[in-house]
T-cell receptor
Framework: EPEVTQTPSHQVTQMGQEVILRCVPISNHLYFYWYRQILGQKVEFLVSFYNNEISEKSEIFDDQFSVERPDGSNFTLKIRSTKLEDSAMYFC???????????FGSGTRLTVV | QKEVEQNSGPLSVPEGAIASLNCTYSDRVSQSFFWYRQYSGKSPELIMSIYSNGDKEDGRFTAQLNKASQYVSLLIRDSQPSDSATYLCAPYTGTASKLTFGTGTRLQVTL
């Protein structure tokens, strides 16, 4: 299947700035996810999005985070006021159906300085 | 107790040998299990899935599942240097639910 495209591949931002990470999944997929991976640590779940609504979110996904699918195709993760500890790889994932496993995008490396 | 436990390694095996990667999980309602491979700096890539007790083979990979023991493993036969990566185990508990990853086991295949 075609890859999930994420943009940008790398973003450097100053602490306190807002960033928007984008994911372009396959349009007929219903399940979308955001994960992050801090350097040297495990892949952590942030939020799942099903039928254009958040279906589950982790304790990491606090008020500074939001997700949208503004135009029915792109899927965005917004971090309102970035902190140094937000520096990580952010992965978008999608699933066509529950038991097919999830396909991850190529990731966005976010560096907060 | 951690939800998913894996030996972080590194597990070092010579080229051509069998690599055995293990994973235990705590959630008894887990229905399926996925093995992902992650090269350094890259995204996880799905390599195997298993839903039933027993073995499932796909090329050089064999996944083994024992739900009673809450244990899943991945065997890689004829290991190649290109298999050097971190292998992530992820139980799956139901429709649209998140995947919870272990820390992963780093595999090094030596020449």
């Amino acid at each position: 299947e075609p890859e999930v495209t994420q943009t940008p591949s790398h973003q450097v931002t100053q602490m306190g700035q807002e960033v928007i990470l984008r994911c372009v999944p396959i349009s007929n997929h219903l399940y979308f996810y955001w994960y992050r991976q801090i350097l040297g640590q495990k892949v952590e779940f942030l939020v799942s999005f099903y039928n254009n609504e958040i279906s589950e979110k982790s304790e990491i996904f606090d008020d500074q985070f939001s997700v949208e699918r503004p135009d029915g195709s792109n899927f965005t993760l917004k971090i309102r006021s970035t902190k140094l500890e937000d520096s990580a790889m952010y992965f978008c994932a999608r699933a066509r159906s529950a038991n097919y496993g999830y396909t991850f995008g190529s990731g966005t490396r976010l560096t907060v300085v | 107790q951690k939800e998913v436990e894996q030996n972080s390694g590194p597990l070092s095996v010579p080229e051509g040998a069998i690599a055995s990667l293990n994973c235990t999980y705590s959630d008894r309602v887990s229905q399926s299990f996925f093995w992902y491979r992650q090269y350094s700096g890259k995204s996880p890539e799905l390599i195997m899935s298993i839903y039933s007790n027993g073995d499932k083979e796909d090329g050089r990979f064999t996944a083994q599942l024992n739900k009673a023991s809450q244990y899943v493993s991945l065997l890689i036969r004829d290991s190649q240097p290109s298999d050097s990566a971190t292998y992530l185990c992820a139980p799956y508990t139901g429709t649209a639910s998140k995947l919870t990853f272990g820390t992963g086991t780093r595999l090094q295949v030596t020449l």
